[in-house]
């Protein structure tokens, strides 16, 4: 069982920035594909942001493509999401999501386990 725990939402006026962490306690870490996905209220979960075990392959949504950047450092086994340029269309519950099979990284399914999520409010 990997357990995911996320940190770092808060309240942020727009234009500003968060940055959000992702840790784990798994000695596998590595062996993880990591995404980060959002919900917020009344949409369904969204996909923002991916990367592969090595960090060597990001992917993004287009509505964060330029914005947000995820990394990882796997001797700390945790993944990072650095928020930029906030918009109030960015609040939301924040996931991240763990996945060990291949399949379609933008998708929900395709992931094994999920933190417990952290809240962003971006005030206009």
């Known amino acids: 069982q990997v357990q995911l725990v996320e940190s770092g939402g808060g309240l942020v006026q727009a234009g500003g920035s968060l940055r959000l962490s992702c840790g784990s306690s798994?000695?596998?870490?590595?062996?993880?594909?990591m995404g980060w996905f959002r919900h917020a209220p009344g949409k369904e979960r969204e996909f923002v942001a991916t990367?592969?075990?090595?960090?060597?392959?990001?992917y993004y949504a287009d509505s964060v493509k330029g914005r947000f950047t995820i990394s990882r450092d796997n001797a700390k086994n945790t993944v990072y999401l650095q928020m930029n340029s906030l918009t109030p269309e960015d609040t939301a519950v924040y996931y991240c999501?763990?996945?060990?099979?291949?399949?379609?990284?933008?998708?929900?399914?395709?992931?094994?386990?999920w933190g417990q999520g952290t809240q962003v409010t971006v005030s206009s």
């Open positions: 990367i592969s075990r090595s960090g060597g392959y990001t």
């Open positions: 999501a763990a996945r060990i099979h291949s399949g379609a990284y933008y998708v929900t399914t395709s992931y094994d386990y």
């Open positions: 798994v000695r596998t870490f590595s062996s993880y594909d």
